[in-house]
């Protein structure tokens, strides 16, 4: 499930990447509050297992989601409205890579870091920096929050397809749904700022 073709803009093991300031002691108490544990870190592992080679099947769905509903879309397009043909390939290969990381990375100092660049690439000062688009400066926090019900509903039939029982599928979308809960709250930290 890992490759080694370079993502454009993925900046995971980056030296250079600014600390989160997010404490390893925060992040502790949100997955306890997620109710994330050893068992779901165990589910995550399979969940890689089960998604590898069904990653391009993910974002076809995820990307015609986003492509339609106009006011998703209008994120990854210019402020006049048209999409950005390039911007939505260059996120695409890191949301490829964002499946990846979910089940496969150690949530870790490092790992913390990187869920703050994520954060902070949805919001003013680092919109459109990465890639260099012309596009509008930032996404609501209600839409990242929104997110995370489709994110979660649509990975159960991939997780289904990897012949386990319905009691280890259920364990693995539980699972993912934490994952990605636990990543949408660190999200919202420069939108909150000291309110986080």
């Not at 986003?66 to 402020?79: E, R, W």
């Not at 400066?137 to 991939?158: E, Q």
């Not at 997780?159 to 809960?181: D, I, N, Y």
């Amino acid at each position: 499930m890992t490759s080694s073709e370079p993502v454009p803009g993925y900046t995971h093991d980056d030296p250079d990447l600014a600390p989160s300031p997010v404490t390893r002691a925060e992040l502790d108490l949100l997955l306890s509050s997620v109710l994330f544990g050893p068992a779901d870190q165990e589910a995550l592992h399979t969940v890689g297992e089960v998604l590898s080679g069904q990653i391009e099947a993910i974002l076809d769905v995820w990307y015609g989601f986003v492509g339609s509903h106009p006011h998703l879309v209008a994120y990854f397009s210019t402020p006049d409205g048209a999409p950005i043909g390039d911007y939505l390939a260059r996120v695409r290969a890191r949301f490829a890579r964002w499946i990846v990381d979910t089940c496969t990375r150690s949530y870790d100092e490092r790992w913390l870091a990187y869920q703050q660049e994520i954060a902070l690439r949805h919001t003013a000062p680092k919109k459109n920096e990465t890639d260099d688009a012309d596009s509008v400066p930032h996404i609501p926090l209600r839409y990242i929050i929104a997110f995370i019900y489709p994110i979660t509903a649509t990975i159960r039939p991939f997780l289904a397809a990897g012949g386990h029982s319905e009691e280890q599928v259920e364990a693995m979308h539980q699972a993912w749904f934490k994952a990605v809960t636990l990543q949408v709250a660190l999200w919202s930290q420069p939108y909150a700022g000291r309110a986080w």
